[in-house]
């Protein structure tokens, strides 16, 4: 029970210090003219976002690094009994290394020679795939994470060398999959937000306490964020942010081992990152047809008639129940 209200404080002290300074970033991110360009194919309402503020996600990003860092100090440099605090320095630095990753890309897009595009994709591709390789390779042989839980076997399953290629896939995989849900006023930070504070949730069932802790500070941190970025939005967290959450996302499940739930409690990331597979893939298949009107799927489900708040609050309702099932089935 204590370490529950310890985590809701954090939460809340997060959000407190994300919302306070959030003011002052917005002045400076508009001072410098970091703005969004909107693609020309998008709905035609979103026209109106064109300039608002983006590169938000260190917003978030900084009052966790801090809120974090200070309150596993002691067990950070090792003076604690067992250091088991040095368990978030990982989430912690996979942050900081999707965020700058991210925050390039950002920048690129802005003022780089590919305005209006950013990196070029492949480049993005290859260096999440060095950052998720490296970052298997320490979950795997020098913090020794559980393998692999399943619902319903009672007993960690061993993966050996295999867990590196597939803990970097699944690294890779949700880091791109939040981004792509990045597209709508809040739905990206309201998903993320969901889905960390259920394997928040496990981690507590656990008692891997350091890292709930590190979960619900996340979680409070981006309700403070979303104070600027709920419709209509005056900040957008950029590729410096989602790319940021997805792979802290991934790597908190992999330090649970309870992984395959990010198919459950993740849904959302998922459909819409599967939604720009299928669209790519009919479209080469069929020369020129679209399987949906345009992807990712809240694209799709805007172009149908849905009001943007209509997609983000009804799919933050299924992450919603969906994050419910999947801590029920982590405990089965």
Known sequence: MRQIALSLS???????????????LLR???????????????????????????????????PVLL????????????????????????????????????ALDDWEGIRGTRKGEGMRPRTKFMFQVLL??????????MMDVPDLYFPGLFFEIELGWLYVPIAAFIIVAESNAVNFTDGLDGLAGLISATAIAAFGGIALIQDQVFLARFCFTLVGALFGFLWFNVHPAE?????????????????????????????????????????VVIQIGYFKYTKGRRFFKMAPIHLHFELLGWS?????????LIGLVAALIGIGLSQV
């Open 10 to 24: 954090l939460a809340g002290l997060a959000f407190l210090m994300t919302a306070i300074w959030g003011g002052p």
């Open 28 to 62: 400076i991110l508009r001072y410098f003219k970091v703005g969004k360009i909107i693609r020309v194919d998008e709905p035609g309402h979103h026209g109106i976002k064109m300039g608002t503020p983006t590169m938000g996600g260190v917003m978030f990003i900084l």
């Open 67 to 102: 809120l974090s860092g200070l309150m596993n100090a002691v067990a950070l440099v090792g003076v604690s009994e067992g250091g088991t605090g040095r368990s978030v320095l990982l989430p912690m630095l996979v942050m900081i290394t999707f965020a700058v990753l991210g």
């Open 132 to 141: 998720a390789l490296g970052t298997a390779y320490v979950l795997k042989y």
């Open 235 to 275: 900040l957008f967290m950029g590729d410096t942010g989602s790319l940021s959450l997805g792979a802290v996302l991934a790597v908190i499940s992999l330090m649970t081992g309870q992984w395959p739930m990010l198919l459950v409690i993740g849904i959302i990331p998922l459909s819409e990152m599967l939604s």
């Open 308 to 316: 943007e708040t209509q997609v983000v609050q009804r799919f933050w």
